[in-house]
């Protein structure tokens, strides 16, 4: 099971850190995610980790502001954002698949395992 949290209201420019907790204690076997659905739109892809931590992917318009991270010892991934924008309003969600050493995926379609949500609002 995963649990997206950290959310919350920010204003333009500011930052959040965003964490997943797995509680099944299971998050070093997994490809991680990190997604974004925004009022009236597609579900997107933020961010992707390897297993092991070493190999990161991004979605191009958060590219220079956020990164994501793991701690597999604590179970959790991270999604540290800096300069928030408003388009950046939205849920976020935390995903995981299996995968082999060094993968990653930006393909919503491959996750099977999803946290529920946490809402980001950036103000203007």
């Known amino acids: 099971q995963l649990q997206a949290s950290g959310g919350g209201l920010v204003q333009t420019g500011g930052s959040l850190i965003l964490s997943c907790a797995d509680s099944g204690g299971t998050i070093a076997a997994y490809v991680m995610g990190w997604f974004r659905q925004a009022p009236g739109k597609e579900r997107e892809f933020v961010a992707t980790i390897s297993r092991g931590g070493t190999v990161r992917d991004y979605a191009d318009f958060v590219k220079g502001r956020f990164i994501i991270s793991r701690d597999n010892a604590k179970n959790t991934v991270y999604l540290q954002m800096k300069s928030l924008k408003p388009e950046d309003t939205a849920v976020y969600y935390c995903?995981?698949?299996?995968?082999?050493?060094?993968?990653?995926?930006?393909?919503?379609?491959?996750?099977?395992?999803w946290g529920r949500g946490t809402l980001v609002t950036v103000s203007s």
């Open positions: 995903a995981a698949r299996q995968g082999v050493t060094g993968e990653i995926d930006n393909s919503i379609n491959r996750y099977d395992v």
